[in-house]
T-cell receptor, first 115, second 112 residues
């Protein structure tokens, strides 16, 4: 069964460093998302991406964040200068669009630890 | 701001018991999803409900969407230890928003 994959599974970085989190969405999906979940808290929306551009972003998704689809398969989230409070699980999700309503399929996540 | 409130927050039961968990909001949702999440893993989609009053069954799990599309419930019959996990409901954002708004979840423990 097709699934969303994410790499790395764990990332430890120093405050102020740049990190890139990578995702491979389900192959025929058109809509892509990033969410984060701080330990013990709700899953929170960061950004949605369609047709090679951001379609919606939350107030969390400030200028330190960017997304890119560099080729036909990968979808990346970059944090330019990490802060301690960026420590969280980051989930990529994808949606086939059309009649699938808003069914979003999530990847296994990347645990980001900022020291 | 859309909020989804889930109850109970924690539930611990014995194998074989039935249970119902709830997902409530003052907002109307076009669709609502139920996910299950294991520790350190991503949410796994269980079901999507779309029509007010809709009932969907997935083996021993029964999902219902409220008539007004503001609330939903998940009923598990004859719970098994394998049902242990965090059950999350998520609704789509209003006004054509694509984001999912998540509840905090119900942490279910089924004891053998």
């Amino acid at each position: 069964e097709p699934e969303v994959t994410q790499t790395p599974s764990h990332q430890v970085t120093q405050m102020g460093q740049e990190v890139i989190l990578r995702c491979v969405p389900i192959s025929n999906h058109l809509y892509f998302y990033w969410y984060r979940q701080i330990l013990g808290q709700k899953v929170e929306f960061l950004v949605s991406f369609y047709n090679n551009e951001i379609s919606e972003k939350s107030e969390i998704f400030d200028d330190q964040f960017s997304v890119e689809r560099p080729d036909g398969s990968n979808f990346t989230l970059k944090i330019r200068s990490t802060k301690l409070e960026d420590s969280a699980m980051y989930f990529c999700a994808s949606n086939g669009g059309g009649l699938t309503y808003n069914e979003q399929f999530f990847g296994p996540g990347t645990r980001l630890t900022v020291l | 701001t859309q909020l989804l409130e889930q109850s109970p927050q924690f539930l611990s039961i014995q194998e074989g018991e039935n249970l119902t968990v709830y997902c409530n909001s003052s907002s109307v949702f076009s669709s609502l999803q139920w996910y299950r999440q294991e520790p350190g893993e991503g949410p796994v989609l269980l079901v999507t409900v779309v029509t007010g009053g809709e009932v969907k069954k997935l083996k021993r799990l029964t999902f219902q969407f409220g008539d007004a599309r503001k609330d939903s419930s998940l009923h598990i019959t004859a719970a098994q230890p394998g049902d242990t996990g965090l059950y999350l409901c998520a609704g789509d954002g209003q006004g054509g928003s694509e984001k999912l708004v998540f509840g905090k979840g119900t942490k279910l423990t089924v004891n053998p």
